[in-house]
């Protein structure tokens, strides 16, 4: 606790109210923890309505530019609960749970010798979670998320990219808060890239010196969709590396039940959820969203099992070049031929003689 005392002595002499607030938070859990209820409780009296948010933003406010493109190189957010849409897995869930849970606890384990860490490697598909992933723990701690644009951060001029770099960590390490590097592979890359020129060096080397330099404090989260071409090296900067795969169908029913249901004439069955398998979250938002604008242009403020089967197929094939193939797919996965026929306007005779040809050859299987 005397490094919680610290922290907001020194948080209250610089003005920093995010720090104070932060650190009386960590206070009041720790105290909680060891059984200081009541201490605990007038700690967290003394700081409740109090939000730290705009002072943070305001203290942000000054952000690092690219000296090319005079573009800003960071985005600063004060997360809130309410603005993460996720579903996690129960594995993601209990890893993100101990991940804010060793960041809260960290000066316990500081003095029995043990540093938590508090950087994340997130690797997996695109649109799977890994940016809400780092807005939840942002939401979570309580610390402003500070979000790298490789836009701004990749510069055409030689060393420039490294200077950026610098800037940023510089940056995020004027007070605690989240740094999220998206997009990792682009400055991680292996060094041992025929294809790459001296300038990769410099920037990875930077990159991993200002990793290992910065505060222990504050939380280092980065992701990408292409970890096989990140540097090695990089792996090692990493307290905890964490997968972030394509939902399965628990997670995608889930979703569709919390966030899509309200949109749906009716609730899908287990055969449809199927037909989802293999989607990202994006994919999934896509899907609805579009089925929900085929329902509008008919005058409707709900969309149907037939306009979200019929949108999954779009979303895997890009559109309707063969309609027996069309027709199967949407018999197979749940769609009644009269939903078929009315969504579609496919003639009823093609849609019988298809699901003719799919009993034979399921008899014959």
Request: proline share 4%; aromatic share 6%.
């Amino acid at each position: 606790m005397q490094t919680e005392v610290i922290r907001i002595i020194e948080g209250g002499l610089n003005g920093d109210r995010s720090k104070v607030f932060n650190y009386a938070r960590t206070l009041a859990e720790n105290l909680e923890a060891q059984g200081e209820g009541r201490f605990a409780k007038r700690i967290r009296t003394a700081i409740s309505g109090k939000s730290p948010g705009a002072a943070v933003l305001d203290g942000m406010a000054l952000k690092p530019v690219d000296q090319e493109s005079r573009m800003d190189m960071v985005d600063v957010d004060y997360v809130q609960s309410d603005d993460v849409k996720l579903v996690l897995s129960p594995y993601l869930e209990g890893e993100t749970e101990k991940f804010v849970s060793l960041h809260a606890n960290r000066s316990i384990l500081e003095r029995r010798g043990v540093d938590a860490g508090g950087s994340l490697l997130l690797y997996g598909p695109p649109g799977c979670g890994k940016t809400s992933i780092a807005r939840l723990i942002a939401s979570e701690t309580g610390l402003p998320l500070v979000t790298a644009r490789l836009d701004g951060l990749v510069s055409s001029l030689l060393g420039s990219t490294a200077k950026n770099i610098r800037k940023v960590f510089d940056f995020a390490s004027q007070q605690e808060c989240v740094l999220f590097l998206d997009e990792f592979d682009v400055v991680a890359k292996r060094r041992d890239d025929e294809n790459e020129l001296g300038e990769l060096k410099r920037v990875v080397n930077s990159l991993i010196q200002n990793i290992d330099g910065f505060p222990k404090d504050s939380i280092l989260i980065a992701a990408t969709n292409h970890q096989d071409l990140l540097d090695p090296a990089i792996w090692r900067r990493f307290s905890r590396v964490v997968e972030v795969p394509k939902p399965g169908r628990q997670e995608i029913g889930r979703y569709i039940e919390e966030f899509i249901l309200p949109l749906m004439t009716e609730g899908p069955k287990p055969r449809h959820i199927a037909a989802l398998t293999g989607l990202s979250y994006s994919d999934l938002d896509t899907v609805a969203k579009n089925a929900f604008c085929d329902a509008a242009m008919r005058g409707e403020d709900k969309f149907s099992v037939y306009d979200l089967l019929r949108q999954t197929y779009l979303a895997r094939k890009h559109g309707i070049s063969d309609e027996e193939d069309f027709v199967g797919y949407m018999l197979a996965n749940g769609c009644s031929q009269a939903d078929l026929h009315g969504g579609s306007q496919i003639p009823l005779r093609l849609i019988k003689s298809v699901s003719k040809e799919m009993r034979k050859e399921s008899d014959h299987a």
